[in-house]
């Protein structure tokens, strides 16, 4: 099975892959994987510094140099999405891989005390933002011969569960997005859109959803890469449209 899947060394060689929330958690493991395997990594995240760490774990273990994009999703206009992917334009020319982890938990809370303004932001994060680097960076996955994009999605994205709020509704909007974009890529482009459950992971946001949980009852980050290997390389080419569990 895919859970079980061993990725070659090389497998990403040559590849440009854009992970956002890649400072920390389960995109920074993605991240430094990745570049493990020989992809060249661009960094989108909103806190700098943590930015700045994974930059150097990856030089010091020999991996290409990254790029970092200072980005704070809930306020990005559309505007400075164009210009990141000019950016991205000048500096590589395409980009080869596109993983959408980056995401807000918010509350857990009923519906009916659930804050406007955080499930705006929740949408805003997890869902508007997805879209509008998804479209900004459409141009450039059509420039690689085989480009994958990954959302990450959650077991409240597939069944909706009490107090989860904008979080789980965010997360079957994704699943949406994804499956749409599939359906139009679908015969007439190189690019396969698909999703990960990554399943509880040791993270912060895992911490928060479940303060009273040890931590080391659950999978880490490293434990759920085969998934991410599987889906961001070429042995998943003509898979689109597809819901993966990262645990099985
Ligand atoms: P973390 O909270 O540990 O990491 C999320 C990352 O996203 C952080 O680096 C964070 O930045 C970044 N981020 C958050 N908001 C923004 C923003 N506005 N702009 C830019 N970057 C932002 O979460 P996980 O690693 O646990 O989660 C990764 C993905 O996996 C998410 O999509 C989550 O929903 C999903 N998931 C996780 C599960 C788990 O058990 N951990 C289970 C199911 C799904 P910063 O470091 O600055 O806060």
Do not use: C
């Not at 090389?10 to 020989?38: N, P, Q, S, Y």
């Not at 661009?42 to 150097?56: F, M, S």
């Not at 980005?71 to 590589?92: I, K, P, T």
């Amino acid at each position: 099975t895919i859970t079980d899947y061993t990725a070659r060394p090389d497998l990403l060689k040559d590849k440009i892959i854009l992970v956002t929330g890649a400072g920390d958690g389960i995109g920074r493991v993605a991240a430094k994987t990745f570049a493990a395997h020989g992809a060249t990594l661009i960094l989108l995240g909103r806190t700098t510094p943590k930015l700045e760490v994974v930059y150097d774990e990856i030089e010091a273990a020999g991996g290409a140099k990254p790029a970092i994009l200072p980005v704070d999703l809930s306020g990005v206009r559309w505007e400075e999405l164009e210009y990141l992917a000019q950016g991205v334009e000048q500096e590589f020319g395409r980009l080869d891989g596109l993983l959408h982890n980056a995401s807000l938990l918010g509350q857990r809370t009923p519906m009916a005390n659930y804050h406007y303004s955080v499930w705006q932001q929740v949408m805003q994060v997890n869902v508007n933002a997805a879209f509008g680097l998804t479209k900004a960076m459409l141009p450039l996955l059509e420039e690689s011969a085989a480009g994958s994009i990954i959302f990450t999605g959650s077991g409240v994205g597939l069944k909706g569960r009490a107090y989860w709020g904008a979080y789980s509704v965010s997360k079957f909007a994704t699943e949406g997005m994804m499956q749409v974009l599939a359906d139009e890529v679908d015969g007439v482009s190189n690019i396969r859109v698909n999703s990960i459950n990554p399943g509880a992971t040791r993270t912060n946001m895992r911490a928060a959803a479940y303060p009273a949980e040890d931590p080391k009852t659950v999978a880490t980050p490293e434990d759920i890469m085969p998934t991410y290997l599987y889906l961001m390389g070429d042995d998943s080419i003509g898979i689109n449209g597809k819901q993966f569990n990262a645990q099985g």
